[in-house]
């Protein structure tokens, strides 16, 4: 007479199967909320880094035509031999255009954050060239 074995019948529980889609889930969750992060602060630098360079067009623009401009636009204006300081005006990296404003013989460079409005905190926080040039004297 033959004996037969009861095996267990290959293959994952529902059981086993619902614990890895919750690892997974969990898993997706903290590498998603990483991102979003880094992505934030990637918008940030970006922006102060055009703004720095702004900042170093409208010197340069200083230094050749005696004054900083009324409005960025005058950076793309060719000169007699057709050279422009810069070929276009670009926007934040949130899609809103630099806020620019020349007072007695200075300028300011505004960037208005993820809102794109006056004030706001974290990632909606304006970022003002005059205060990334105060931080560099620092």
């Given at each position: 007479?033959?004996k037969t074995r009861h095996t267990?019948?290959?293959?994952?529980?529902?059981?086993e199967i619902m614990v890895v889609?919750?690892?997974?889930?969990?898993?997706?969750?903290?590498?998603?909320?990483?991102?979003?992060?880094?992505?934030?602060?990637?918008?940030?630098?970006?922006?102060?880094?055009?703004?720095?360079?702004?900042?170093?067009?409208?010197?340069?623009?200083?230094?050749?035509?005696?004054?900083?401009?009324?409005?960025?636009?005058?950076?793309?204006v060719p000169n007699k031999s057709?050279?422009?300081?810069?070929?276009?005006?670009?926007?934040?990296?949130?899609?809103?255009?630099?806020?620019?404003?020349?007072?007695?013989?200075?300028?300011?460079?505004?960037?208005?954050?993820?809102?794109?409005?006056?004030?706001?905190?974290?990632?909606?926080?304006?970022?003002?060239?005059?205060?990334?040039?105060?931080?560099?004297?620092?």
């Amino acid at each position: 007479m033959r004996k037969t074995r009861h095996t267990r019948s290959q293959g994952f529980s529902l059981v086993e199967i619902m614990v890895v889609v919750v690892i997974i889930g969990l898993l997706a969750g903290v590498v998603g909320a990483g991102v979003v992060r880094y992505l934030k602060d990637a918008r940030i630098t970006a922006a102060k880094t055009q703004m720095k360079e702004f900042g170093n067009v409208l010197k340069l623009y200083k230094m050749k035509k005696g004054s900083y401009p009324k409005t960025l636009e005058k950076l793309t204006v060719p000169n007699k031999s057709g050279d422009t300081f810069i070929d276009s005006i670009p926007v934040d990296p949130w899609g809103n255009e630099y806020e620019y404003k020349k007072r007695k013989g200075k300028f300011e460079i505004t960037s208005f954050g993820a809102d794109g409005r006056d004030g706001g905190e974290g990632e909606s926080a304006d970022i003002k060239y005059s205060e990334l040039h105060k931080k560099e004297e620092e």
